[in-house]
């Protein structure tokens, strides 16, 4: 953990100040349980930015591509990563992101699978649903707003945590809650895009 309080640290000290960074929601993240946090994804910054702009440390799901070159492979077990491969189903992914919901961790999410080229949400995979039916933890959205440019304003807006209790009851197929999550991902991008 101390890696990723530094590499946070770092982070912050180029970030807030280079982007402009503005932290809004904050009062919604929850202080403890397991937490299901998905954002809209339009950079490869997103990663770095929601997680330190994010209160409690995040365990993103990143490209197995990653972990496969000794340096990068270090550096995403050391900043909390855990690989999934994409355009399939990969079991194992699926289970680590579980085990870590069921630990009370923050698992980090981008529904879409990669970035959106027009900055416009995309369709969310079934994988983000399956995190919210097959675990208790709390379903957090996010958003990433602005340009990522230099002195130019950029936000992140955590969301109310949706209340998953009758989707889970009713057992909604995966891709169902999954656009659940869209939606809500959708209506913060609405709201303080303007």
């Known amino acids: 953990m101390a ?8 982070v912050k000290v180029i970030f807030k100040p280079l982007y402009r960074v503005e932290v809004i ?3 919604h993240f929850p202080k403890e349980g397991g937490v299901l946090l998905c954002s ?10 929601v997680g330190m702009s994010a209160p ?3 365990h993103f799901m990143a490209k197995a591509e990653l972990f496969q070159k000794g340096a990068t492979k270090k550096l995403m077990n050391a900043i909390n990563a855990f690989p ?6 990969d079991r194992e992914a699926l ?3 579980l085990k870590l919901l069921k630990e009370d961790k923050v698992v980090g999410l981008f529904p879409e699978g990669t970035r959106s080229l027009t900055g416009e949400l995309g369709k969310g995979l079934a994988g983000a649903g399956f995190f919210a039916l097959r675990s208790n933890a709390h379903i957090l959205p996010c958003a990433v707003i602005g340009p990522y440019k230099p002195f130019k304003k950029q936000k992140i807006v955590f969301g109310k945590p949706i209340d998953f209790t009758e989707i889970r009851k009713n057992k ?4 169902v809650a999954t656009e659940v999550i869209m939606s809500e991902i959708q209506k913060l991008l609405d709201e303080h895009s303007r």
């Not at 890696?3 to 770092?10: C, L, N, R, T």
């Not at 999934?84 to 189903?89: A, E, I, N, T, Y």
């Open 56 to 58: 409690r440390p995040v």
């Open 84 to 89: 999934v491969k994409r355009g399939m189903s």
């Open 40 to 49: 809209n994804h339009i950079s490869n910054l997103d990663p770095p930015t």
């Open 3 to 10: 890696f990723y309080d530094f590499a946070k640290g770092v």
């Open 25 to 27: 929601g904050l009062e």
């Open 172 to 175: 909604t197929p995966a891709d």
């Open 95 to 97: 289970r680590n992101g």
